[in-house]
């Protein structure tokens, strides 16, 4: 992410550096709470309710799901769009599949009343915008809102969800790369560049919308 050595960038590398460490410190802290009560230190069997709520913050927080999404949006409008790439389908594989793992052991109630409100939140705040990086970084906070509201009844599901949101928003970012694209400005005259391309990025956009 500091890779450019742009002020903003250090910012968002150093911001994306302190959520993830808080969030790897709760998931040790929900696993050691949940030894002291049990004796068990699996952590896919957590049986202890104050585990279970830490546990489902911690991952919240890994994830960006709201209200823990403010560290998002910022640090993906401080780094290039192939890193962007990255930490939007590549570095939410761990904690999806942690998710994955310990899905019947996480607190219900939090996690829908967390789905649902990343789901409406990602929708309006992706609505005033002009960077494509923070319109971007909020489609990515409401699709994993629906992801993990599926998790519950079919976490294949959500896995499968999960891939193909990978793709499409691979296609996107790698687009946007070839284009030089980082505004909705710069978007509009893009497609004088290369049409076909532009072409194909509408309809990537629309089957990422889910139309």
């Known amino acids: 992410i500091s890779k450019s050595h742009h002020p903003r960038a250090v910012e968002a590398a150093t911001k994306y550096f302190l959520t993830q460490a808080a969030a790897s410190a709760l998931v040790l802290f929900s696993s050691m709470t949940n030894a002291w009560q049990t004796g068990q230190w699996d952590i896919t069997q957590l049986t202890h309710p104050t585990s279970c709520l830490i546990l489902t913050s911690a991952l919240a927080i890994k994830l960006g799901l709201v209200p823990f999404h403010f560290w998002f949006p910022e640090v993906l409008q401080g780094s290039p769009l192939t890193t962007g790439l990255l930490l939007?389908?590549?570095?939410?594989?761990?904690?999806?599949?942690?998710?994955?793992?310990?899905?019947?052991?996480?607190?219900?109630?939090?996690?829908?009343?967390?789905?649902?409100?990343?789901?409406?939140?990602?929708?309006?705040?992706?609505?005033?915008?002009?960077?494509?990086?923070?319109?971007?970084?909020?489609?990515?906070?409401?699709?994993?809102?629906?992801?993990?509201?599926?998790?519950?009844?079919?976490?294949?599901?959500?896995?499968?969800?999960?891939?193909?949101?990978?793709?499409?928003?691979?296609?996107?970012?790698?687009?946007?790369?070839?284009?030089?694209?980082?505004?909705?400005?710069?978007?509009?005259?893009?497609?004088?560049?290369?049409?076909?391309?532009?072409?194909?990025?509408?309809?990537?956009?629309?089957?990422?919308?889910?139309?």
């Open 88 to 211: 939007s389908t590549i570095m939410k594989l761990p904690p999806i599949a942690l998710l994955y793992m310990t899905s019947p052991s996480l607190n219900p109630t939090l996690l829908t009343t967390l789905a649902i409100l990343s789901t409406a939140l990602g929708g309006w705040m992706g609505l005033n915008q002009t960077q494509i990086r923070k319109i971007l970084a909020f489609s990515s906070i409401s699709h994993l809102g629906w992801m993990v509201i599926i998790i519950a009844y079919s976490p294949k599901l959500t896995l499968l969800n999960f891939y193909l949101y990978a793709m499409m928003t691979t296609t996107v970012f790698l687009t946007l790369n070839t284009t030089k694209t980082l505004k909705l400005s710069t978007l509009m005259t893009a497609w004088t560049k290369t049409p076909p391309l532009n072409a194909m990025l509408l309809l990537t956009l629309l089957s990422l919308a889910g139309l």
